[in-house]
């Protein structure tokens, strides 16, 4: 599907928020990195698309009523093998059948972790859209080393950004990590710009973590917000 | 401002003639202090008073109505209250007035009822195409025109700088801080609520107007602020632009509110897309008057290496910690420039510090080696624009002769930091910068201009410039 057709299908059923799998297949789309994510609709589905994907995976709840998926207690982490999936899997249609009937589970392996970065966009009432990055993961509250500009972003701009946060250091290797590959960087910023340009019926995308590596990307965990009404 | 196409605002700022609605003799109320404010500051042009039951007003003859002035009027003053300003603005516009000023309160910012009423008095100004400035504002002044319609009565110096606030006591805050520093105000606008022209339409106006060669801004909040930042970031293109953004904290949020009815929004974004514009911000009333006068006084650097001349260390201190984060570097000084400042101090002299900010200590009090020092530094191809520092003295001289010279000389920016109290320098502030060198007496101050500079210095080489 394009992107365009994405957006449709999600506002047509009457969705706000993309699912995780409709979110990664309109990154991919838009030529940014992203964690691969498929739909399993039982069990034993969940265990071949884990084999296919390779272990260890993830496994989350797949619901358009549960919008919290970890509150919910529908994510589960680092599955090895056939066994934790199905025990993964059990445990959490226990606790989302009751809200949600209809659930299923996505897919997704297991990235090697990298150091954690936050690439974004959001609608801002008086300056429209607008694209975020800093540092990302759990200490993204704490720290709120963010930077902020509008849509559309030249290069400079993504650079500018990149050299403009407190943690930039992190970025550039220290104490003896290697820096992380900053073309690859400027690049996901930039199609995130360009992205929402094109599609203005996105009102906002959250990439956190997106795993930064000496070479490429990776966005692990997406979430995406549409409106009908651009 | 809503409509297509754009409307002629030269009327608004270069009235002929004018028409006061809401003239009184008592000296409390806004008309009264408008209609002085307009004769107070020299207005050449005609001014018609209206009020439908005063006979005179300061001396002038008051019509009963805009139906009773004699030929038409290219822009009204409305010192009415909030309901009475939508029916005269319906007036004017009947009338074919080209711009109205209007000064009352009670709109939006007091909530949904005054929200109500602002929405009928826009749809009163658009329906006439009638470019309006406020509601809710001090005033506006045009010194090159002579024309002050302010409730403040003032006189001041003009000059070439030019000042967009949304809050009228922050605007007085700025004028009375320019006198002190000793620039002119080319033209002050209120813009209030920014209900119709708002701070883009402001700054496309000053963009191409010749009397204005930098702009200021203090802004609380606006509803469309994307425009703002980028009409300010292409403006700023032509001439400086600098603002200062207030509301920082979310608690400000509701003081803006109930101030010009606009939302403070966010200030890391403002701060975050006014960088990306390529605009120049300050922190402070103070940081803004500091900066515009610089960016007035003095031509760009060719870069962001800054020289700093001193004879006492602490003041050069403060400029480097507000210099570094702004993007300037204090460059070691050549060699050549080195051999030069021991020529000139000579060799059994007290401890001279010989590198970047230079301390000439004790030699630094005397007029010819302080002269020579300057030269020395503004010789030195590492250096793009120089500080120079100076105490106020009772038997020494601030070198004033030397550093204008050197400064015409070398054709490079120079700020003078004169470590005194305002009365103390004021004689030499007015020669100085008649000679076109600002100097200040706060090195904070000093730094900012000098950040200023150097932004713009930097953004004319396509160094902080967008390509769009």
Redesign the interface.
């Known amino acids: 599907m394009t992107i365009n057709e994405i957006v449709d299908h999600a506002v047509a059923s009457g969705r706000n928020l993309l699912f995780e799998d409709e979110a990664g297949a309109l990154l991919k789309a838009a030529g940014i990195p992203v964690n691969s994510c498929r739909v399993a609709s039982d069990e034993d589905e969940a265990v071949q698309v884990a084999k296919e994907t390779g272990f260890p995976v993830a496994l989350k709840v797949r619901s358009r009523t549960v919008t919290h998926k970890t509150d919910a207690g529908g994510v589960r982490l680092g599955l090895a093998d056939e066994e934790a999936v199905r025990l993964a899997y059990r445990g959490i249609m226990e606790k989302v059948r009751m809200i949600d009937p209809e659930s299923q589970v996505t897919v997704q392996p297991m990235a090697s972790p990298g150091v954690e970065l936050l690439v974004g966009m959001t609608t801002d009432p008086q300056f429209g859209q607008v694209v975020a990055f800093g540092l990302g993961g759990t200490l993204v509250e704490l720290f709120n080393d963010i930077t902020y500009r509008q849509v559309p972003l030249l290069k400079k701009d993504a650079t500018d950004m990149i050299n403009s946060i407190k943690g930039s250091a992190v970025l550039k290797g220290y104490r003896g990590r290697p820096p992380v590959d900053i073309n690859a960087l400027t690049g996901i910023i930039l199609k995130v710009s360009r992205l929402v340009e094109k599609e203005p019926r996105i009102k906002e995308i959250d990439l956190n973590p997106v795993f930064a590596y000496p070479q490429g990307m990776l966005a692990v965990d997406s979430r995406i917000v549409v409106c009908g009404n651009p | 401002m809503a409509g297509t196409g754009p409307v002629d605002l030269r009327p608004v700022f270069y009235p002929k003639r004018v028409a006061v609605f809401g003239v009184t003799n008592t000296p409390d109320r806004v008309g009264y202090n408008v209609l002085e404010s307009i004769l107070h500051g020299g207005f050449t042009g005609k001014v018609y008073p209206i009020h439908p039951r005063h006979e005179q007003v300061l001396g002038c003859k008051v019509y009963k109505s805009l139906e009773d002035v004699p030929e038409p009027v290219d822009l009204a003053v409305i010192c009415l209250n909030q309901y009475a300003t939508v029916k005269a603005v319906e007036s004017c516009g009947r009338a074919g007035v080209k711009g109205v000023i209007c000064n009352a309160g009670g709109y939006r910012e007091t909530g949904d009822v005054g929200h109500d009423l602002e929405k009928c008095l826009i749809a009163a100004a658009e329906k006439y195409r009638l470019p309006m400035i406020g509601p809710n504002t001090l005033g506006m002044i045009n010194n090159d025109g002579n024309f002050y319609s302010t409730f403040y009565p003032l006189k001041i110096p003009a000059g070439k700088v030019s000042i967009i606030s949304q809050s009228g006591g922050i605007g007085l805050t700025t004028i009375h801080m320019a006198i002190d520093e000793g620039i002119g105000i080319n033209k002050f606008i209120g813009v209030g609520n920014c209900s119709n022209l708002g701070f883009a339409d402001c700054l496309d106006y000053l963009e191409n107007d010749d009397s204005t060669a930098v702009i200021g801004v203090f802004i609380e909040?606006?509803?469309?602020?994307?425009r703002f930042?980028?009409t300010a970031g292409r403006v700023a293109r032509k001439k400086p632009v600098v603002v200062y953004k207030a509301g920082r904290l979310a608690e400000a949020d509701y003081y803006t509110q109930t101030h010009t009815g606009s939302?403070a929004?966010?200030f890391?974004?403002y701060r975050?897309?006014l960088?990306?514009?390529g605009v120049f911000t300050v922190n402070s009333a103070s940081e803004l008057v500091a900066a515009c006068k610089a960016l007035a006084l003095q031509p760009l650097p060719g870069g962001n290496r800054v020289g700093i001349l001193t004879h006492t260390a602490g003041p050069s201190v403060v400029m480097i910690d507000h210099l570094a984060p702004a993007g300037c570097v204090i460059p070691p000084l050549h060699e050549e420039t080195v051999s030069r400042v021991k020529q000139i101090i000579g060799s059994d002299n007290p401890p001279v510090v010989l590198k970047n900010p230079l301390d000439a200590a004790g030699l630094g009090f005397s007029r010819p080696t302080y002269g020579g020092l300057a030269e020395a530094m503004l010789a030195d191809d590492n250096v793009d624009l120089l500080l120079a520092v100076y105490c106020l003295h009772k038997t020494w001289e601030l070198p004033a002769i030397e550093l204008i010279n050197a400064h015409k000389k070398y054709k490079k920016p120079l700020i003078v930091n004169f470590v005194g109290n305002w009365q103390g320098c004021r004689a030499d502030q007015d020669f100085m910068q008649n000679a076109g060198v600002p100097l200040y007496t706060a090195p904070e101050k000093t730094a900012v201009a000098a950040a200023a500079l150097v932004h713009y210095g930097m953004r004319r080489k396509g160094g902080n410039d967008?390509?769009?």
Request: glycine share 14%; net charge negative; no cysteine.
């Open positions: 909040g606006a509803a469309d602020a994307g930042v980028r939302s929004g966010s890391q974004l975050d897309i960088h990306q514009h967008r390509d769009d």
